[in-house]
């Protein structure tokens, strides 16, 4: 059974960081290209950050540019998001995805991806 688990979530002052993690089983994710997304309660879920699965190019929503810095290991088993800078408007529920052989500029898109994490919940409080 394939699986995408993230942790890493919890409560931040405004300013601090998190590094969220998203561990991937039941098969391997080498040709996968990952992504992070995020949704508030009552509005849709939004791209946030992707990661190619070839040459492991990157791409940020203009929200956390700058800010955020998404990576991968070697083995294809784990993806992370590192968010500095948190502001309250980046509080949500962050799910991780996986496309198969994702690229540009679709993997923008949740319409793209197979796998889905269950959410781990980031609140940065004012």
């Known amino acids: 059974q394939v699986q995408l688990i993230e942790s890493g979530g919890g409560l931040v002052q405004a300013g601090g960081s998190l590094r969220l993690s998203c561990a991937a089983s039941?098969?391997?994710?080498?040709?996968?290209?990952w992504a992070w997304f995020r949704q508030v309660p009552g509005k849709e879920r939004e791209f946030v950050a992707a990661i190619t699965w070839m040459g492991g190019s990157t791409r940020y929503a203009d929200s956390v540019k700058g800010r955020f810095s998404i990576s991968r290991d070697n083995a294809g088993t784990t993806a992370y998001l590192q968010m500095n800078s948190l502001k309250a408007e980046d509080t949500a529920i962050y799910y991780c995805a996986a496309a198969w052989k994702g690229g540009w500029p679709t993997i923008a898109s949740m319409r793209e991806y197979e796998y889905w994490g269950q959410g781990t919940q980031v609140t940065v409080s004012s």
């Open positions: 039941g098969r391997t994710f080498s040709s996968y290209t």
